[in-house]
Structure formats: C-alpha cells, structure tokens
C-alpha cells in the first residue's frame, strides 16, 4: 500500500496489538474498517501512542483538499466527511472497503475534539430533542394558527352581529 499523498510505501505497525499503516513521509496513517475506533479516545494509552508516533513525521501535502485514492482500493477515491455530528474533524472514509485516512495532524484534531461517552450521550439525546420539537412543532403551531383564525372570525361576526342589533 502507498501513501495516497506522497505515494511512499505505508508502513504496517502494530499498536497495542492492532495494526494500522503509517506513511513516514506524510505522517498520514490508514486505518482498516472499524479499526479507528481503537484510536479516538486520547486517554486510552493507544491512542496516545500512536499520535506520538505520528507527530515526528510530516511533510508539506500540496493541496490537501485534493480527493485522495484509497491505499488498499488503487481505483477508489475516497470521500470526505465529518467524523461526528460536532462536524469539527473531517476524515477520509473509503466507499468501498470502508477504510479511513487521517492526514497529518488529524489525529491530533481528532482527539482534541473528543466526546467522552457521557458527553456523547449528552450530544445524542439534546439532538434527538431538537429532532422531535422540529416535528411536533410545526403541526402545534399550524393548529394554533387554525384556532387563531376562527376566533378572529368568531371576533368579526361579534362585530357584525353588535352592529346589525343596534
Ligand atoms: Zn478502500
């Protein structure tokens, strides 16, 4: 596999038990499907270890908005997308094989913007409430405004009716 920014060879390490592949050229690393999810709690040892790691490579990656292919499909382009709903950290994620890329320093941005469990709980269950108020809301309001409606109409015939009884 090669490093899909400077098309050195990656390097297969194992952290903790788990391999993932470190371009030493870029500082990128590519991680098998689900494999990431091994690395994004910066307070687990392995994570850290491998942010370390990564911190003494780097090199200037042109333009880092260009799409890249991925390391393991040569003739998959990978798509970008947010790592998490806070839409902060955005990854490389492989269509096809489900593989994910992180450039320099992304696993670094990664961490920062960790969300223990709790606080992703938190994040779920605030965005689930403003999911459903959306919802409930708009058929509420449409009543209301229904009722307002009549009462101003019944208002009208009150009017009406004071008038024609004087
Ligand atoms: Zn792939």
């Not at 098998?32 to 040892?45: A, R």
């Not at 096809?96 to 992304?106: Q, V, Y």
């Amino acid at each position: 596999m090669q490093c899909p920014r400077t098309s050195h060879p990656l390097k297969p390490v194992k952290v903790g038990g788990i391999k993932v592949y470190i371009s030493e050229h870029s500082g990128g690393v590519f991680f098998d499907n689900q494999v990431l999810s091994n690395f994004t709690n910066p307070s687990e040892l392995r994570a850290e270890v491998l942010a370390k790691h990564l911190r003494q490579f780097s090199a200037p990656l042109g333009d880092e908005s260009a799409r890249v292919k991925c390391p393991k499909c040569p003739d998959i382009v990978m798509m970008r997308r947010y790592f998490s709903p806070l839409r902060v950290v955005e990854i490389d994620e492989c269509p096809g094989c489900g593989g994910i890329w992180l450039d320099t320093g992304e696993l670094d941005t990664l961490h920062e913007n960790h969300l223990s469990a709790k606080e992703r709980e938190m994040l779920r269950i605030k965005m689930l409430e403003e999911h459903q108020a959306f919802h409930i809301d708009s058929p509420r309001r449409y009543k209301l405004s229904e009722q307002d409606g009549r009462s101003n109409l019944e208002k009208v015939f009150a009017i009406a009716a004071d008038v024609i009884s004087d």
